[in-house]
């Protein structure tokens, strides 16, 4: 599976969270930690979702 490029951004203002390393689709927290593997890239946005409510739940 070739990672597709992700240079075009929802949110310009944003950094990017979703990363592929070897074929394999990450989410990157504030402190730099890279959270997965997940395989694919939609799997990473779910689970980014899911994080980012829980803490905002918490907050």
Do not use: V
């Not at 929802?10 to 989410?27: A, E, G, K, L, M």
């Amino acid at each position: 599976m070739r990672c597709e490029d992700d240079s075009i951004a929802d949110f310009p203002f944003r950094t990017h969270r979703i990363n592929c390393i070897n074929s394999q689709w990450y989410f990157l927290m504030r402190g730099g930690e890279n959270i997965g593997p997940f395989p694919t890239k939609e799997d990473a946005n779910k689970h980014l979702a899911s994080y980012l409510e829980k803490m905002k739940a918490e907050g």
